[in-house]
Each structure stands twice: as structure tokens, then as C-alpha cells.
């Protein structure tokens, strides 16, 4: 197989989103395994300028496209000037799409999530129509479905969504990252596809001697502490002693922070630290202020660690001002326990980070969890939407009884080697890129 010329495409490629950490992870395994190289279309961009094409209107907080969401979305008609600008975008980005096919001398394209959520309409018909009328390899990779969320249920563009969100086309290739969504693409657009999990670069033939001690996960010969991570705890303000409680989301009320504050609460430690990664903003800022008065409410320390963490999981440095950034796995490694009460997710990126770190982790059953995960048989705090007296009492075991917790993260280190690594990924990417490419004649 000869390699390929890759694009991706999505309306952000930057920061620890599932999107653009997945679709790294993509890029990474398709050029180690056949040499193919990947280039980035996408409206916010941090990738290599030289291989990318940035499109300012196929970002989803474009103004016109922010505009276009306010006028269709939550009612049932809308004008007939929000069709035609809707139809002008599309154009216009048709002859980026164009543009960006033609200069790098792509082979096939990727669309990330550009295809599967409306959050850029215009995109997702330019795409539809660029592939129906050059019948291009592309494979469209669905993160999270309209219909999944409430948001997107009650809307104007219909006639958009059936025809583009996905479309129904020949030369794509559907992949899905979760047997619910395979389901429901079946049933709602009797499209096959095939389901590729997310994936971290677990050790897939660790070697004992070196992160082992004993029967036993050696969490610092996998993951040293060097003298830069060294710094996180003090620099967001916690520590030494401390006992700090990652919540590794973005803070949008999915994610259900509420619960986090309330384990915390019911613990009751003087010496307790709520830390959340990721910003806020992409939904609004109404479910931060909540979060802040309920921890307060319940003496709860909660610190936004978003300013401190940088967009991108393998950038570190040192601000002008002397500030140092870390990555997320930075904060992982800086962690007691991981809080992930998400109420809804697509896959669930935080929690195989959680045993890919190697740090105990606290979930809310949500619903790919239960079909998609938890058969797996890891070892997890588990709640059913509420914080009981049995979770909290679990997750003090877990903090307080150093076997108990080394046989947990060891047991869920080896499990998710077996079933989320990068060897699953190439697997899978193989066969897709095959389907397009043939065989080798070897």
C-alpha cells in the first residue's frame, strides 16, 4: 500500500476536545503504519501551518455560522434569508474544500464530526455536496449525533439534516465510536458502519521489570514526575498533602460537576481540592456561576485550572511572565482520584485517560459506559445519578488503602491495554484506508 495524502476535516482542530485529540491520535498511527500524511481544514487551527488550511467559516463561533444556529435552532420555521446564507456559506466553503483537496493532492478525506453534529451547517453541505459530485474516498467520523442532544432535537433545518447530517453516499465509509450510535445510524439511515473506540498509547508489551513492582503497576517508572510536573500542584494552589480530586471536562453541564462538589461535600476533608481542566464558554457561562455557589454553598474548594494547562496535551513551557503551562497529563499525574459523573457522553476520553494514568476514578453509569465499557470488567467508583452513602464510602477505601488502590489502577492498566490501545486503532485503520486503497501486491 502506497501511502496516502489525508485530509482532515472539522470546524476546530486545537485543544484537548475529543475531536482534536482523537484526530491526532489518527494521524499519528496512519503515519507510522504506512507513512501517510495528514493535512488539517478547519476554522480554529493549531496545527502545522504548512500542512493546513485555515478557514475562519468553518469555525462553529464564526459570527454568521453563531447566527445561523440562533435562527434555526429551538423553533420549527425559519426565513427564507436564513436558507440562502446557509446555501451562499456552503458555497463558499465547497470551494475551500476545493481548494484544500487540490493544493496537497489528497486521496482521501476525514470528515471529524463535520458530518454528524450541525454546529456548522453550512460545512456539513459542503461537504455533502463536494463528495457527491466527485464521489471522493472520505470517511466520516462520528463523535456524537444531533439527535443524541437536546439542543439540536427541535429545529428548522430538517431538509439540511437528512441530506447532511450524515449523508447517504457510496464513497463514505461511516465509523462510529460507540454500539449505541452504530445502532441508531442503522435505524435512522440504514448506513453500516464500522466502530473504532477512542484509543491512548498504552505500553501494549510492558515490559515487567521496568513498570512493575511486584504484582503491581510501578505508577512512576510508567509515568515519571519530572522537575516541570513537579510544579503543578503548587502552581494551582494545592498541596503537597492535599488530596486533589481531578475533574478532567469541560464545564458544561453534561458533565455533571454538581455531583463532583457533592462527593466532595460528603467527605467532608479540610485538605480537598476540586480541580477542573478544561474551559468553559462553549455553552455559555451560566453552568460555571452554578458550580461556583454550589461549592461554595458546601465549603467546597473548586479551582479552574484551564489558565495553567495548555490547549494542546504535549505542549509544555514557561509564560512571559514566569507562569509554567502543563499538559493534562501533567494533571493526571498531579491527582488523588478522578471525578467523571458525566450524565451523557459520546465515548468517555477522561475515562480511559483515568486508567491510562493509572488514578482511581469515580463514574456515573451513562449509558455507553453500561453497553460499551463496563462489560470490559473495570474496576471503578461507581454511581447510578447520585452521590449515596456507599460511593462516598467506596472512594474513602480507595484514598485511604494503598493495595486496594494498586490492585485497582494495575487491573485497569492491563484491561484497557487490551481493548483501547493504539494497536486496536491500527487495526481498524487498516482495514478502512484498504477498502479505498486494495491490497498490497505482496
Given amino acids: 500500500m502506497k501511502s496516502q495524502n489525508i485530509g482532515f476535516v472539522s470546524t476546530r482542530f486545537a485543544g484537548t476536545d475529543g475531536v482534536s485529540l482523537e484526530s491526532a491520535k489518527w494521524a499519528e498511527v496512519l503515519y507510522d503504519a504506512r507513512g501517510h500524511i495528514s493535512h488539517w481544514f478547519a476554522g ?54 476545493e481548494r484544500f483537496i487540490d493544493g496537497f493532492g489528497l486521496d482521501i478525506l476525514i470528515a ?29 467520523h462520528h463523535h ?21 447530517f450524515p449523508p447517504s453516499l457510496p464513497s463514505i465509509q461511516h465509523v462510529t465510536i460507540n454500539s449505541i450510535a452504530q445502532q441508531e445510524l442503522s435505524h435512522r439511515r440504514g448506513q453500516s458502519s464500522v466502530l473504532v473506540p477512542n484509543v491512548l498509547k498504552f505500553n501494549e508489551n510492558p515490559p515487567k521489570k521496568r ?41 458544561v453541564p453534561r458533565k455533571g460537576i454538581e455531583h463532583s462538589v457533592a462527593l466532595l461535600a460528603q467527605l467532608g476533608l479540610e485538605n480537598a481540592h476540586l480541580v477542573i481542566t478544561h474551559q468553559t464558554g462553549d455553552e ?52 488523588d482520584f478522578v471525578t467523571y459523573p458525566s450524565l451523557y457522553e459520546g465515548f468517555g476520553n477522561a475515562l480511559i485517560e483515568a486508567f491510562f494514568y493509572c488514578t482511581p ?47 485497582m489502577i494495575t487491573h485497569n492498566y492491563e484491561t484497557a491495554t487490551r481493548f483501547y490501545s493504539y494497536r486496536i486503532l491500527r487495526r481498524k485503520l487498516r482495514s478502512l484506508i484498504t477498502n479505498f486503497t486494495g491490497l498490497d501486491d505482496l
Fill in 44 to 97: 480554529i487551527l493549531d496545527r502545522d501551518p504548512g500542512t493546513s488550511r485555515l478557514v475562519p467559516l468553518a469555525s462553529f463561533t464564526h459570527p454568521d455560522i453563531a447566527a445561523i444556529n440562533g435562527q434555526v435552532f429551538g423553533r420549527l420555521h425559519r426565513d427564507r434569508e436564513v436558507t440562502e446564507r446557509i446555501l451562499d456559506i456552503a458555497s463558499d466553503l465547497k470551494r475551500e474544500l
Fill in 112 to 140: 471529524e464530526n463535520a458530518l454528524t453534529i450541525p454546529v456548522n451547517i453550512p460545512l456539513g453541505v459542503a461537504l455533502t455536496w463536494l463528495v457527491a459530485e466527485r464521489g471522493f474516498n472520505t470517511i466520516a
Fill in 144 to 164: 456524537d449525533f444531533y439527535w443524541e442532544r437536546d439542543r439540536f432535537r427541535v429545529n428548522a433545518v430538517g431538509d439540511f439534516l437528512q441530506m447532511a
Fill in 211 to 251: 513498570i512493575y513492582d511486584g504484582d503491581y503497576i510501578d505508577v512512576d517508572a510508567l509515568h515519571p514526575i519530572d522537575d516541570h510536573a513537579a510544579h503543578f500542584r503548587e502552581d494551582i494552589g494545592v498541596g503537597e498533602n492535599d488530596v486533589l480530586f481531578l475533574q478532567p471536562t469541560r464545564v
Fill in 284 to 335: 455559555g457561562h451560566e453552568y460555571q456561576e452554578i458550580i461556583k455557589e454550589l461549592a461554595a454553598r458546601h465549603s467546597v474548594s473548586l479551582i479552574f485550572a484551564d489558565e495553567f494547562i495548555t490547549d494542546r496535551i504535549d505542549r509544555r513551557g514557561v509564560r512571559e511572565d514566569g507562569r509554567r503551562i502543563y499538559t493534562l497529563g501533567d494533571a493526571y499525574r498531579a491527582a
Fill in 361 to 407: 476514578v469515580m463514574v456515573n453509569r451513562y449509558s455507553i459506559y453500561i453497553t460499551d465499557i463496563e462489560p470490559k470488567g473495570f474496576r471503578v467508583v461507581e454511581m447510578n445519578g447520585v452521590v449515596t452513602g456507599s460511593v462516598v464510602r467506596e472512594v474513602r477505601r480507595v484514598l485511604h488503602d494503598e493495595q486496594y488502590r494498586l490492585q
